[in-house]
């Protein structure tokens, strides 16, 4: 069973990377600043609504008269922390209030022994990389009961384990593709000529013994030079072969390698993120026309730990309500891909951090078995 002592140290990888700005704005404040921002924004995640210096100053550990609580709220006010989105209304935090309290105040709470043994059941390490991939998606927007996005591992970094031509009739081979372990294809490809079994066979165990273990990248690259070379010295197996593995291996450009894809679950849970009809229809689009959101991924891929995106920090105006945490795995000790959740700035952080931490760790541990 996982502990939690990953999903603390992602927390705090991300406050201490993020946080630098925040840091010296919160050292500014006092203890009483600080606890009021903390109760602030924590009031407001949960009910949503505006918090009032009443309310506050009728809290048990807040022994302050009502005039000293809305001093302070009036500091952090002029600091940007907070506002009042309507005359005479409570206090709601600013973007610039949650980013310092998630960096610097934000306490997190690991998953339960439940949810994290439901986590390490159901990425088993004996499915393939998109079926694992599809089940963290599905499984993280259970747990946080929004909406998830994985960007699925790209072939382009797939390692080549084995591959095996099958004759067929028409002069059509089948070709067993085993990328990564686990991960196997199967395609027919059209031949210029007719291939006998055993021909096929030792095609297949020449392109074993030059290129397994090599990436996609790495065999194409050698595949090129290879043709390219004076074919009068080449035998007629290794001609044979490296025709068969050019028609055999995808293209570069084909969608299964070259264009990126990613998973969304849970896409209803993004009409909680705004009541406005049209912001919500074009989060919709947005996550249809892609963009955006693999500008959101790409930051995550290149980044260590969790990383977290409040409000326009996100991409501009249209997520102006909307906060992203996302977190990079990895398979054979390279980053493989991203995972993280959409959801309101009002998300519930301490919750969403451990979730997505822990779900990334073992999406890796699961792509890669023998660390198991």
Do not use: W
């Not at 090599?214 to 043709?227: D, G, H, I, N, Y």
């Not at 593995?245 to 293209?251: D, F």
Request: glycine share 6%; charged share 25%.
């Amino acid at each position: 069973m996982p502990d939690d002592s990953g999903q603390r140290a992602a927390a705090e990888r991300s406050r201490a990377d993020d946080g630098a700005a925040s840091a010296p704005a919160c050292e500014q404040l006092n203890e009483r600043a600080q606890l009021f921002l903390k109760r602030v924004v924590e009031r407001y995640i949960e009910d949503g609504v505006p918090v009032a210096s009443k309310a506050l100053a009728s809290e048990p550990d807040i022994e302050v008269s009502a005039a000293t609580v809305r001093n302070v709220m009036s500091e952090l006010e002029s600091r940007g922390l907070v506002r009042s989105p309507h005359t005479s209304a409570g206090k709601v935090p600013t973007e610039l209030g949650l980013r310092l309290f998630v960096d610097t105040l934000l306490s997190v709470q690991p998953l339960s022994l439940e949810e994290a043994g439901r986590v390490q059941q159901e990425l088993n390490p004996d499915r393939s990389p998109r079926e694992l991939a599809d089940t963290a998606s599905r499984l993280l927007s259970h747990l946080t009961q929004m909406t998830c996005v994985v960007l699925l591992p790209r072939q382009n970094s797939a390692v080549l384990r084995h591959i095996e031509f099958l004759p067929l009739a028409g002069q059509r081979a089948l070709v067993i593709l085993v990328l990564n372990d686990r991960d196997v294809q199967n395609r027919v490809i059209s031949l210029d000529r007719d291939y006998s079994e055993a021909e096929l066979r030792a095609a297949g165990n020449l392109l074993n013994s030059e290129f397994g273990g090599r990436s996609l990248t790495q065999v194409r690259e050698a595949l090129f030079a290879s043709m390219k070379a004076d074919k009068d010295r080449m035998d007629q197996l290794m001609q044979a072969a490296l025709n068969l593995a050019s028609r055999a291996l995808p293209a570069s450009e084909d969608k299964a390698e070259g264009d990126t894809e990613y998973l969304v679950s849970g896409e209803a849970a993004l009409l909680e993120v705004d009541s406005t009809t049209d912001r919500v229809r074009r989060l919709f689009e947005t996550f249809t026309e892609k963009n955006a959101v693999l500008h959101l991924l790409d930051q995550c891929l290149h980044s260590d730990g969790i990383q977290l995106f409040i409000g326009q920090e996100a991409g501009g105006e249209l997520f102006e309500k909307v906060s992203f945490v996302g977190s990079a795995y990895e398979a054979s000790d390279s980053v493989t891909g991203v995972l993280g959740v959409v959801g309101p700035t009002r998300m519930a952080y301490q919750r969403v951090i451990p979730a997505v931490d822990l779900t990334a760790r073992v999406l890796s541990a699961a792509l890669r078995p023998t660390d198991l």
